[in-house]
């Protein structure tokens, strides 16, 4: 069969829908891209923001109407959460977010079934408590649940398109409880990768011409609280980094307590490791910081920042932050705006808080406007862009490791160590794709650098 996906949300996601792909691919059948024909179509749904539902929701109808006749089905986050809102929409298969390979059993069925689908309209029209057409799926729309995973479910790492940056998921789970997100209740508790068959992994992946693995999960920092030995995070990233020593290893999201001076130090030795770190913040007011439950303040993040710039000196660092969170008010904003500055980050994610129903802030009093939410951003975004500016300025002169990932109109596009997008306008001696070359930055542009492959 030929089976179509679309991505919503996190590196999480990316991964599973790659995981989906090889499993697939394994079983004899093709993945084809979401705009060609398809005998399935596969949406990974995203539940973090009531924005994220809004598009997820969006993909599903869009694809139903343009492929009426194609089995359409929805897994991950926003299944996990509501599946009897996914089964109103009609879909064929619902999944949540474990049993990647009971899911892919029931796609098969579901494609196998589908001459069947006009007739299971008619009686699902007469009978609307049965959901699934399949004689293995008969849910009821009021009982539809996908228990959570309490186990690390072990998926296949790596992509079927191009073989320059791989995702390799070591976590999953949260315990965080922010009062914000929604994730610890579709995701379940911490659980781990043992880190022998981590590194495994990123072996098998720099064998099959990987040049890049970006380590996630969905709390990484956590990483290892579920086992008894005391392995961590930093123990962990330097069996990958031991494993795959020709590869570039990348570190995904960290929160800011992990940050310790021994971390750095270990972490510093590892020639390796790509130098970009990106540490959560979400807001630079500590009042704000205590409504969102968060487990720091911004004295402990200053104080990651300095460990982390210490141990690799002009290190790129980024950050997600949440503006007009409840109860922020002028003057925490601008207190944020103040913080952030003095961080000087090499980038930003900002994002307006988005009201998630089963939160704790979502019933938080003084909810800030929709427009005052549009203005702090603007404003935040505006700050970002300078910070990023500044940082991309520094690097002009300088000499990066670049991993060439497209070609486009005569050039070379590729990312530097420090995770800074680079641009070498007609690479001579041919388009480097796929490669990691020495690039000497001569000058800045809006979202990146541009550099010249110099001699290796």
């Known amino acids: 069969m030929r089976v179509a996906f679309h991505t919503l949300g996190c590196k999480v996601n990316q991964f599973e829908t790659g995981a989906l792909e090889r499993l697939l691919s394994a079983r004899g059948h093709t993945v084809v891209p979401w705009e060609t024909e398809a005998d399935a179509y596969v949406i990974n749904t995203c539940t973090v923001t009531a924005v994220s539902d809004k598009k997820s929701r969006q993909a599903i109808r869009g694809v139903m109407r343009e492929h009426p006749g194609a089995v359409i089905a929805a897994c991950g986050c926003l299944g996990q959460s509501d599946p009897q809102a996914m089964a109103a ?3 064929d298969l619902v999944c949540g977010t474990g049993d990647r390979q009971g899911f ?143 590869v570039r290893i990348r570190l995904g999201s ?8 021994a971390f750095a130090a270990r972490l510093s030795g590892l020639s390796n490791l790509c130098p970009h770190f990106h540490l959560s913040l979400q807001s630079g007011c500590d009042g704000t910081l205590r409504r969102m439950g968060r487990r720091y303040d911004t004295a402990r993040y200053a104080q990651a920042l300095d460990l982390l710039r210490a141990a690799f000196p002009d290190c790129a660092v980024t950050t997600d932050l949440i503006v007009g969170f409840p109860g922020e008010t002028e003057e925490e904003f601008v207190q944020t705006l103040g913080f952030v500055e003095r961080c000087a980050f090499a980038g930003m994610h ?6 998630r129903a089963g939160t704790p802030a979502a019933s938080m009093p003084e909810q800030v406007m929709r427009a005052e939410k549009r203005d702090r951003a603007a404003r935040a975004s505006a700050l970002a862009q300078r910070m990023t500016r500044a940082y ?37 001696g041919g388009l480097p794709h ?9 000058g800045v542009e809006d979202g990146g650098l541009v550099g010249v492959i110099s001699e290796d």
């Open 104 to 246: 892919v059993n029931s796609l098969e069925e579901a494609v196998e079934w589908r001459v069947e689908r006009e007739k299971w309209r008619v009686v699902t029209a007469q009978s609307p408590a049965v959901y699934s057409p399949l004689p293995t799926l008969h849910f009821s729309r009021s009982t539809l649940h996908f228990p959570l995973s309490t186990h690390f479910e072990r998926l296949p790492a790596g992509s079927l398109s191009g073989r320059t940056r791989a995702l390799l998921k070591v976590q999953d789970g949260c315990d965080n409880y922010c009062t914000y997100c929604i994730i610890p209740s579709v995701r379940g508790p911490v659980r781990s990768l043992p880190p022998d068959e981590a590194a495994a992994e990123a072996a098998r992946l720099g064998g099959e011409g990987y040049r890049e693995i970006v380590i996630t999960g969905i709390e990484i920092s956590s990483y290892g609280k579920d086992f008894p030995d005391g392995v961590t995070l930093a123990g962990l990233t330097e069996a990958i980094c031991r494993a795959a020593p020709d």
């Open 89 to 91: 929409l009609g879909l």
């Open 434 to 442: 796929g490669q990691v070359r020495s690039v000497k930055v001569i």
């Open 254 to 261: 960290l929160e800011p307590r992990i940050v310790t001076g």
């Open 350 to 355: 900002i994002f307006p808080y988005s009201r």
């Open 392 to 428: 991309d300025a520094v690097c002009v002169g300088k000499v990066f490791r670049v991993l060439f990932e497209e070609d486009a109109g005569g050039d070379a596009h590729g990312h530097a160590e420090n995770y800074r997008p680079v641009r070498c306008p007609g690479a001579d």
